[in-house]
């Protein structure tokens, strides 16, 4: 006997698994993911798996770079909160914000959206935010994948994941091995704690009392928009710096801190010295820091405290790579230098506090 795709879903259906959902998000989103097509994209979504003919012209060595990662516990706020438009652009950066360190171009980002029982409007707000993502990132939403799974997760919470592929010429990998004694290191602004610390973080909004429209000392934003503040993306001011500046060494301070993301691009024999606080640090961080009663190097160990992301260069391009991110209207500061790491217990990187900042 014929049935249509209802009926014959019905069993599926009955256990928990709405396909007509599925479908109906699909159709939702294929604009949404139109707008961020590049030229290399030869697919369109829904198909399974996504195709991209890379640009190679230019590229005598080309060389693959990828990176994976989540939204983290950052995720408890969107669902505590009731808002989902931005929580994919953090989706995007975490892992475009990763192969930048080493000088690479994205591509294209596929990502994984899993939930319990799907939302249709939730779940394309994501990815609208995912979408907006790859536009700041430069590159393609290539695909992704929609699970649901019934008594998976609780009713209208959702896991996220993704990963970027990038490109860059061998010769122009940045990989900090050209890193010397007396380089500068300078900072670009966060515009917030990005996707990193948000356990502890939750913890202390937890217990503080506020509500989500109440407003801390120094903000004018309520508490829930500053908590859920997008993830800056680089892409177009890296972009712009590598095209012509010899960068040195990049970080993307992500979890662990100053502490331990500076030391992964440095060489053994170098520690960077930092200068604290030689930057603007946003008020949500001195809030967290008095409210969990914590001092500024366990904040500098969770945190970014107001810098998301650094470069190392040579003292004589510094005052050239200050006005170039002035000009891309992006934030920064020196911030610190590189020294002689001439102890081997000694950790990579050194922090001198001011008195009042302990």
Same mark, same amino acid.
């Given at each position: 006997?014929?049935?249509?795709?209802?009926?014959?879903?019905?069993?599926?259906?009955?256990?928990?698994?709405?396909?007509?959902?599925?479908?109906?998000?699909?159709?939702?989103?294929?604009?949404?993911?139109?707008?961020?097509?590049?030229?290399?994209?030869?697919?369109?979504?829904?198909?399974?798996?996504?195709?991209?003919?890379?640009?190679?012209? %230019?590229? *005598?060595?080309?060389?693959?770079?990828?990176?994976?990662?989540? #939204?983290?516990?950052?995720?408890? =706020?969107? &669902? /505590?909160?009731?808002?989902?438009?931005?929580? %994919?652009? *953090?989706?995007?950066?975490?892992?475009?914000?990763?192969?930048? #360190?080493?000088?690479?171009?994205? =591509?294209? &980002? /596929?990502?994984?959206?899993?939930?319990?029982?799907?939302?249709?409007?939730?779940?394309?707000?994501?990815?609208?935010?995912?979408?907006?993502?790859?536009?700041?990132?430069?590159?393609?939403?290539?695909?992704?994948?929609?699970?649901?799974?019934?008594?998976?997760?609780?009713?209208?919470?959702?896991?996220?994941?993704?990963?970027?592929?990038?490109?860059?010429?061998?010769?122009?990998?940045?990989?900090?091995?050209?890193?010397?004694?007396?380089?500068?290191?300078?900072?670009?602004?966060?515009?917030?704690?990005?996707?990193?610390?948000?356990?502890?973080?939750?913890?202390?909004?937890?217990?503080?009392?506020?509500?989500?429209?109440?407003?801390?000392?120094?903000?004018?934003?309520?508490?829930?928009?500053?908590?859920?503040?997008?993830?800056?993306?680089?892409?177009?001011?890296?972009?712009?710096?590598?095209?012509?500046?010899?960068?040195?060494?990049?970080?993307?301070?992500?979890?662990?801190?100053?502490?331990?993301?500076?030391?992964?691009?440095?060489?053994?024999?170098?520690?960077?010295?930092?200068?604290?606080?030689?930057?603007?640090?946003?008020?949500?961080?001195?809030?967290?820091?008095?409210?969990?009663?914590?001092?500024?190097?366990?904040?500098?160990?969770?945190?970014?405290?107001?810098?998301?992301?650094?470069?190392?260069?040579?003292?004589?391009?510094?005052?050239?790579?200050?006005?170039?991110?002035?000009?891309?209207?992006?934030?920064?500061?020196?911030?610190?230098?590189?020294?002689?790491?001439?102890?081997?217990?000694?950790?990579?990187?050194?922090?001198?506090?001011?008195?009042?900042?302990?």
């Amino acid at each position: 006997m014929s049935k249509n795709a209802t009926e014959r879903a019905k069993a599926y259906t009955d256990s928990g698994v709405n396909i007509d959902a599925g479908n109906s998000l699909v159709s939702r989103i294929k604009n949404i993911v139109s707008e961020t097509k590049t030229n290399g994209v030869l697919s369109d979504i829904g198909g399974f798996g996504g195709l991209f003919k890379p640009e190679l012209s %230019g590229l *005598d060595d080309p060389v693959l770079v990828s990176s994976t990662d989540g #939204v983290g516990t950052k995720l408890k =706020l969107a &669902f /505590l909160f009731n808002y989902h438009n931005t929580i %994919g652009i *953090d989706l995007v950066a975490m892992s475009v914000n990763d192969i930048l #360190v080493q000088g690479a171009k994205p =591509l294209f &980002f /596929l990502d994984y959206f899993a939930t319990g029982k799907l939302n249709i409007d939730t779940a394309e707000s994501v990815i609208k935010g995912i979408a907006e993502g790859c536009k700041q990132a430069g590159c393609a939403l290539l695909g992704g994948e929609t699970a649901e799974m019934p008594t998976m997760y609780k009713e209208g919470e959702y896991d996220l994941a993704g990963f970027c592929v990038g490109i860059v010429n061998n010769n122009k990998i940045v990989d900090g091995s050209s890193i010397k004694v007396g380089d500068a290191i300078i900072g670009l602004s966060s515009s917030g704690l990005h996707s990193n610390g948000y356990s502890l973080a939750r913890k202390i909004y937890n217990e503080s009392g506020l509500k989500p429209e109440d407003i801390i000392e120094g903000e004018t934003r309520p508490i829930k928009e500053v908590l859920l503040q997008p993830t800056i993306i680089y892409t177009e001011v890296i972009r712009s710096l590598t095209r012509d500046l010899d960068i040195k060494g990049m970080v993307h301070i992500t979890g662990g801190g100053f502490y331990d993301n500076i030391p992964r691009v440095l060489p053994n024999q170098l520690k960077a010295e930092i200068n604290f606080p030689s930057w603007d640090i946003p008020p949500v961080f001195s809030w967290l820091k008095k409210q969990g009663n914590l001092d500024w190097a366990e904040m500098l160990q969770i945190f970014n405290c107001g810098i998301g992301y650094i470069l190392v260069v040579d003292q004589e391009i510094k005052d050239d790579i200050l006005n170039r991110l002035k000009m891309l209207n992006q934030t920064a500061w020196e911030i610190g230098k590189i020294q002689l790491h001439s102890e081997k217990s000694e950790e990579q990187i050194t922090v001198n506090f001011l008195d009042e900042n302990k």
